[in-house]
């Protein structure tokens, strides 16, 4: 247990569908990532939110919309995906701007997509 | 080119015996950090070194920094077969990029019982 949950664990979608995946963490930390991990691929950052605002877009496609209510939740939004998108999407979190940036991850959302 | 990159891309030994790990990077970083991902899980961190440190132990992993040659080293002792998953080195530049880790492709490690 590290302290960050995500759901749901496994996720599968046709590509018109609409769904989120959700990220919540219980360590305090003021900064919370979307990073997506392909086959063969090193981890991609997608998003990082600090004290609530975006501060990076990786370039990602706006089929993927995050949503940063507070500092303890993280959703990504889903909409019109592609069978490429298919990855495990992991959410992060750590003290930005205190503390050496070590990242605590979830377990991940496995998104298969049809 | 990926910032981290890792060397061998994977490795098989038995229990009991070393496991070494490299890294290598492109650019100035203020820290490097190794990660351990089980299949299908999350990442879990492992140990951090700063850019002003040569060596770091904890426990049976020992790591090293050569920021002249931009390169890492990550040695596990006496393995196990627990040991068995991903490694992956992240390095962290520090200033506006904070936090934002970059890694490289990993190492499947396999310890055979």
């Known amino acids: 247990e590290t302290g960050v949950t995500q759901t749901p664990r496994h996720l599968v979608m046709g590509m018109t569908n609409k769904k989120s995946l959700k990220c919540e963490q219980h360590l305090g930390h003021n900064a919370m990532y979307w990073y997506k991990q392909s086959a063969k691929k090193p981890l991609e950052l997608m998003f990082v939110y600090s004290l609530e605002e975006r501060v990076e877009n990786n370039s990602v496609p706006s089929r993927f919309s995050p949503e940063c209510p507070n500092s303890s939740h993280l959703f990504l939004h889903l909409h019109t995906l592609q069978p490429e998108d298919s990855a495990l999407y992991l959410c992060?979190?750590?003290?930005?701007?205190?503390?050496?940036?070590?990242?605590?991850f979830g377990e991940g959302s496995r998104l298969t997509v049809l | 080119s990926q910032q981290g990159e890792e060397d061998p891309q994977a490795l098989s030994i038995q229990e009991g015996e070393n496991a070494t790990m490299n890294c290598s990077y492109k650019?100035?970083?203020?820290?490097l950090q190794w990660y351990r991902q089980n299949s299908g899980r999350g990442l879990v961190h492992l140990i951090l070194i700063r850019s002003n440190e040569r060596e770091k132990h904890s426990g049976r992993l020992r790591v090293t920094l050569d920021t002249s040659k931009k390169s890492s080293s990550l040695l596990i002792t006496a393995s196990r077969a627990a040991d068995t998953a991903s490694y992956f080195c992240a390095t962290d530049r520090g200033g506006t990029s904070y936090g934002k880790l970059t890694f490289g492709q990993g190492t499947i490690l396999t310890v055979h019982p």
């Open positions: 650019t100035s970083i203020n820290n």
């Open positions: 992060a979190s750590s003290h930005h701007d205190r503390g050496p940036g070590e990242l605590f």
